[in-house]
């Protein structure tokens, strides 16, 4: 029997005091909230969910109107491992110069609050049907 090959986990835990860091810079935004989600943080402004904090780091939502200043900057894209593949995802890196200026921090992530408000509604997941025995 073939052995399975191991899978290097990357938690994406967040410490308490680096979420409560971000949401203290992310004062700014309108009708900030937070929920822990998948070992990380989601971050929303009212309905719309436009950040995460995955181990340590924020990640801000992008579109092709956005994606340009993140690659000049340096970020790189949230890549969490699914089903053993990398899957990159529509969320990236703040840099740190931005985290740690609140009024640049709050122009970058009313910028992502447009693309996650702009952004097509996703279809609700009908409930699967019991098949009863």
Do not use: C, H
Not at 5 to 22: A, C, G, N, Q, T
């Amino acid at each position: 029997m073939k052995e399975r090959p191991r899978i290097k986990f990357r938690s994406l835990r967040v410490r308490p005091e680096y979420r409560d860091f971000v949401l203290d810079q992310l004062g700014r935004v309108p009708d900030l909230r937070s929920r822990r989600m998948f070992g990380g943080v989601g971050i929303y402004s009212g309905d719309y969910f436009f950040a995460l904090i995955a181990a340590d780091e924020l990640f801000f939502k992008v579109d092709d109107s956005t994606r340009a200043g993140y690659e000049a900057a340096g970020s790189e894209p949230f890549r969490p491992v699914i089903n053993r593949r990398e899957v990159s995802m529509s969320y990236w890196s703040v840099p740190v110069e931005v985290l740690e200026d609140p009024a640049e921090l709050a122009l970058w992530a009313r910028a992502a609050i447009r693309v996650a408000a702009s952004a097509p509604p996703k279809p609700k997941r009908r409930a699967k049907r019991r098949v009863k025995r």
